[in-house]
């Protein structure tokens, strides 16, 4: 079993939502953070709420879509900690829209999801996923650091409407813990470094209040336990995944019992 006293936690996203819960959640166990997230201000809000509580955190301005970033991200944790043990690539963002939306009396479509609404959330979900991944991965390695890659996929994986561009990266994050799984094995550093992902259903973040509140009412009619999932029930999944050193390559679902299509 791994210790998260003294283990070093890289947090993209990390400022706000499921990422600042798994932030406290560490450094409330003895961890140590680096949180990333695009402006100074709200991670100096962050930093001053973590220190409070006498966590020891380091931030770093990082936009996860720009390689240079992700990069600098990782070295920052190298050269404050010395280490980097668990690897939270938590940035994300939504942009809802039908893929072609006809309208209900012609029949002819009106609005389509535009390329930039598709293309934004494959640049962050996915394509800032790999990077903050590849760039940490790289500097576990190369500094004999044992832990853990968590990534965030979603019950969107399986496919909801309205979430082309989003459900496409989520099931995306689903099949990369098999993918790096099995290239560790092959270079014999699976017993080092693992990686899972996360499902979560609907979590009580900026991300879902800032929903349609009609949708949400009627989708929370569909979760077993009548509620949102709340920040802290995520992290310590995390926690729990890092900990665990016989977990690997696999997606973890929390999502209070829905079940996406079965009415619950
Ligand atoms: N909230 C949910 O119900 C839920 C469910 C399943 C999966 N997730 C996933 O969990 C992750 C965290 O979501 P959340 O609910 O905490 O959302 P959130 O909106 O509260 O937090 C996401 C954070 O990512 C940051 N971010 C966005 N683009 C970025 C970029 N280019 N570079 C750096 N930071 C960037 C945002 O500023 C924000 O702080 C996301 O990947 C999301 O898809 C959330």
Redesign the pocket.
């Known amino acids: 079993m791994l210790e998260i006293k003294d283990s070093v936690a890289v947090i993209?996203?990390g400022?706000?939502?499921?990422?600042r819960a798994v932030a406290d959640y560490w450094v409330h166990n003895g961890g140590k953070v680096v949180i990333?997230?695009?402006t100074e201000e709200?991670l100096a809000e962050a930093k001053a709420e973590i220190e409070a509580s006498d966590g020891d955190v380091v931030t770093v301005v990082?936009?996860?879509?720009r390689e240079d970033d992700c990069a600098k991200l990782a070295d920052t944790a190298i050269e404050k900690f010395g280490k980097i043990n668990l690897v939270a690539p938590?940035?994300?963002?939504?942009k809802d829209g039908l893929m072609v939306s006809p309208d209900r009396e012609t029949g002819k479509v009106t609005r389509k999801m535009t390329f930039d609404q598709f293309q934004a959330v494959i640049d962050?979900?996915l394509t800032?996923t790999f990077l903050t991944v590849r760039e940490c991965a790289e500097r576990m390695i190369n500094h004999n650091c044992r832990g853990l890659i968590c990534l965030?996929?979603?019950?969107?994986s399986l496919g909801t409407a309205g979430q082309l561009n989003?459900s496409s990266t989520?099931a995306a994050m689903s099949v990369m813990p098999k993918v790096i799984t099995a290239e560790f094995f092959r270079r014999g550093l699976a017993p080092q470094i693992r990686c899972v992902a996360i499902?979560?259903?609907?979590?009580g973040?900026?991300?879902?209040k800032g929903m349609n509140q009609k949708v949400l009412e009627k989708i929370l009619g569909q979760v077993p336990i009548g509620r949102l999932?709340d920040?802290d029930e995520v992290a310590s999944l995390v926690g729990e995944l890092y900990r665990n050193e016989a977990i690997a390559g696999e997606v973890f679902f929390i999502h209070g019992g829905l079940r996406q299509g079965s009415g619950g």
């Open positions: 993209t996203g400022s706000g939502g499921i990422g990333a997230a695009r709200v990082c936009d996860v879509t938590f940035a994300g963002i939504i962050t979900n800032g965030v996929s979603s019950t969107g989003y989520k499902a979560p259903g609907y979590v973040t900026p991300m879902v999932v920040p």
